[in-house]
Structures are given as structure tokens and as C-alpha cells.
């Protein structure tokens, strides 16, 4: 399979980018706030909805488009012009049916948690993952520690990425738990240091404490949440 997609870009902002950023004041974006103001902004339209509108819209997107058969679902990033503009969509509470990879959505997925104002696992919790990432019984315990709505959006995305950690999607997606948790981890924790060696040595341990999630959390409780 062919990894294309990150390498193309348009060097110049299209007008469609250009709109956007005329409007943005005007109109504030899903992307870059944080998960309160997220919910504020879909209050209207979504009154019933507890969850960032975003997430089950593109996790069923990628259901859709077959991405339990896709090799390097989450690893190899779409192309970065039809993410672009899928988010350009995505941000106006609509949806493209042009798409046809499933990359886009996963790529896409992965920048708005990476793009959270404040992570989806808060500062003040970081030291507490990494410290018990060893420990099944801990680390559900952290999570299930969390304030309501990071705790039921993080429930929500796991719960999603057990459905690819499974033997018989794997040997199609190449993804299995501690790659999904290597692709996934960033967008979740961020290291508060600014030191590289620190960095690099607690991603593992970031690795660690999802991977723990995903082989370990009883997630039954988002099924089919919305």
C-alpha cells in the first residue's frame, strides 16, 4: 500500500482558508478550544448530544469507509490538502460524502484532540498516568478519576480504538494495541517539560498507560453514545 498523502500541500492558503479566516471571529472554530467551549458551541444545534459532536460524526465516518480493513489506519496521515478541507466542512457542523479514504477522518480525528486548548487528560493528572501506566487496577482508576467529560470523551476514543486492537482487524491494519497507543498517546497526554531527554523518556511510559486502557478499561458504557 502506497503511504501518500503528507507529502503534497498548497503552498498558498486556498480561498476557502482565506474565507475562514475572514470569518473566524465571527463564527469560533471547533478546533483549538477546549472541550467546555466545544460543547457550548454545538449546544444549539445538538442540545442532546454528550459528546463533542466531532468524534462519533468522524469515528463512524472511518467505520464506514472500511477502515477495520485498512493497513496503517491512524499511522499513515491522509492527504493533507483533503484534511484541510475536510476540516474547513467539519467546522461548519457538516460532512463531506466525497470522501473515500479513511485516513482523512483518522487524520483529522487526531488533530482536534491534539489541537484541545488544554489536553484531553489534564496537566495536573500527567504525573499520575505515568506513575501508574504499570498497574491495570491504577491506571482505569486515573481515568475513571477524571472530570465527567474528559473521562466520557476518553471512554468514548478508546472504546473506539479497542474495536481496532482485535486479532482478526489487526492482521489486515498492521495496528496492533502498542502501535495504536504510540500513534494515540501524544494526542491525549502532553509532557508540561520542555526538556527533549525528558520528553523522550516518558513517551513510553505515555505509550504504556493507554495501551493499559485499551487492553484493560470496561468501556461498555459509551456504546452507541452520541
Known amino acids: 500500500m502506497r503511504e501518500t498523502g503528507a507529502k503534497r500541500g498548497l503552498k498558498k492558503a486556498t480561498l476557502e482558508e482565506i474565507e475562514l479566516a475572514r470569518t473566524a471571529p465571527f463564527h469560533p472554530s471547533m478546533f483549538g478550544n477546549t472541550l467546555e467551549d466545544v460543547m457550548e458551541l454545538q449546544q444549539e444545534r445538538f442540545p442532546d448530544r454528550q459528546l463533542p459532536w466531532i468524534i462519533p460524526v468522524l469515528s463512524n465516518k472511518m467505520v464506514e469507509l472500511r477502515a477495520h480493513q485498512t493497513e496503517g489506519v491512524f499511522r499513515v496521515p491522509g492527504d493533507i490538502d483533503e484534511v484541510n478541507a475536510l476540516k474547513l466542512i467539519v467546522d461548519k457542523f457538516e460532512l463531506s460524502d ?5 485516513h482523512i477522518p483518522g487524520s483529522l480525528l487526531k488533530l482536534w484532540f491534539r489541537d484541545l486548548h488544554d489536553p484531553l487528560i489534564p496537566h495536573h493528572y500527567y504525573e499520575e498516568c505515568l ?7 491504577n491506571a482505569v482508576s486515573v481515568a475513571d478519576s477524571l472530570p465527567s467529560l474528559n473521562r466520557l470523551v476518553l471512554m468514548y476514543i478508546v472504546r473506539f480504538l479497542q ?6 482487524v ?7 494495541v502498542s502501535n495504536l497507543a504510540m500513534v494515540w498517546a501524544p494526542n491525549f497526554l502532553r509532557c ?5 531527554l525528558e520528553i523522550f523518556e516518558n513517551t513510553r511510559r505515555e505509550m504504556t498507560f493507554l495501551r493499559t486502557l485499551i487492553d484493560q478499561w470496561d468501556t461498555a458504557d459509551v456504546d452507541g453514545m452520541l
Open 131 to 137: 506513575y501508574n501506566c504499570d498497574s491495570s487496577a
Open 192 to 196: 508540561p517539560s520542555t526538556d527533549p
Open 98 to 102: 466525497q470522501i473515500r479514504d479513511p
Open 163 to 168: 474495536g481496532f486492537s482485535h486479532p482478526e
Open 170 to 176: 489487526v492482521q489486515y491494519t498492521k495496528m496492533d
